[in-house]
């Protein structure tokens, strides 16, 4: 997509370093250290890469993890004009991402991996604090783009995360939000027989679509 918009990549602390060496990101980072999650720092974090970029307001994007933390940041941001994100079921509950975070920090603790279980520490109350929000009249209000998009497979048996995160049901969760979705203004976009990974790597389907959208939305 990036032949046609300005495309600039936000790494949240929490992953900086997890895929390669980024010795120079970030700042000091102890995730087991707090006790609430660090919304400040984070919609900080994000403000600090788009004044990097010189861009004034954006449209936050994401997929799966990272749609998660797009979904939970533009609320909050006042930079943020607009929401583009895939494979995962915003407006459904936290619930069964709390409980995941909290049985793999539980099972890391216990196998004595503390820097491991940190990071599910974190995650823990990241859903603890969304699911305390109720953001709908905050994404109603966005003015730009509102684009959700997921495989029809996504969390079914036959999809490939479905051992890992299988309880999840992104689609189903999706389809049985539509209209709550549809509400706040998503536009809605379904692949037919493609599950969660399929959803995100097939660019060859999925930009076409989602940019269609975009345009859709006049961007």
Wanted: aromatic letters at 10%.
């Amino acid at each position: 997509m990036a032949d046609r918009y300005r495309v600039v990549r936000y790494k949240p602390r929490r992953v900086v370093g997890e895929m390669e060496a980024e010795e120079e990101a970030g700042g000091p980072w102890d995730a087991a250290s707090w006790t609430q999650y660090p919304l400040n720092m984070e919609v900080a974090d994000l403000h600090a890469v788009a004044d990097a970029a010189g861009v004034s307001d954006f449209v936050l994007a994401g997929y799966s993890g990272m749609a998660a933390l797009a979904g939970f940041l533009a609320p909050v941001s006042e930079r943020a004009v607009g929401l583009m994100v895939g494979g995962f079921p915003l407006l459904a509950s936290c619930d069964y991402w709390l409980g995941f975070e909290e049985g793999a920090r539980a099972a890391l603790v216990q196998a004595g991996l503390q820097d491991k279980a940190a990071d599910h520490h974190l995650g823990r109350l990241f859903y603890r604090e969304w699911g305390r929000r109720d953001d709908r009249d905050a994404l109603a209000a966005l003015p730009g783009p509102k684009i959700l998009w997921y495989g029809s497979r996504d969390c079914e048996p036959d999809c490939r995360m479905y051992d890992f995160v299988g309880g999840a049901a992104i689609a189903r969760h999706i389809r049985a939000h539509s209209e709550e979705l549809r509400g706040v203004g998503f536009e809605l976009v379904e692949f037919e027989g493609y599950d969660h990974i399929g959803a995100l790597a097939t660019t060859d389907v999925v930009v076409p679509q989602v940019s269609a959208a975009l345009a859709k939305a006049g961007w």
